[in-house]
């Protein structure tokens, strides 16, 4: 009986270790991933997001949205498609331990007169009470690391282009996630103003 409770341990012990993924594994899987996203995870193209630092749930669960594809990217859902749960589980574990690369916002780009990345700063942190819009931060945190348990991605620093590429993806309906808290992007975005949406992203992009 003492012999069955410890292979019992063991059992449970290494299901929990292979569920958090091996990063060392993950840095040799990811090779291929690099062409876009770069070795570290920190991307050159600003059409391609940054996956350094970003919370490992988070990324196991965007691989496995397009592995589904219940995320629609005719790239990512093919790389990901001969991937097993185990292959995704060391990737995002590489990844989530790599450092992010600080970002810039483009001071230049104004708005009536207003610097954009200001104005992004004023919905990021207060939202706009007018239109409905709430603050980023609420859910993304003041600093933008996110929340990593409630898999609330991490925004510091990621490029501007990309955010604002997502950012319209959950405005018009193409980018939508089967987990209700997750689901309300969409409907939040939708308070956004086509300015406000490259305001944030552009401070986005300088936040660390």
Known sequence: MKNLCMLAICLIFATYV???????????????CAACHGPDGNSANPAWPKLAGQGQKYLVEQMLLFK??????????????????????????YFSNQVTTPG????????????LYKIGERIYRGGNAATGVP???????PNGYGNAPAKFPR??????????????????????????????MPRLVSYMT???????????????
């Open 18 to 32: 292979s569920a958090e993924g091996n990063p060392e594994a993950g840095q040799k899987k990811a090779a291929a």
């Open 68 to 93: 589904n594809r219940t995320r629609v990217n005719t790239l990512m859902n093919l790389q990901v498609e001969n991937l097993s749960v185990q292959d995704i589980q060391d990737i995002a574990a």
């Open 104 to 115: 810039t916002a483009d001071a230049d780009k104004e708005h009536q007169g207003k610097k």
């Open 135 to 141: 603050a980023c931060m609420s859910c993304h945190g």
């Open 155 to 184: 925004l510091a620093g990621q490029h501007a282009f990309y955010t604002a590429t997502q950012l319209r993806a959950y405005k018009g309906g193409a980018r939508l996630h089967p987990e209700d808290h997750l689901n309300a």
């Open 194 to 208: 086509e300015v406000e949406i490259d305001a944030v992203a552009e401070y986005i992009a300088g936040l660390h």
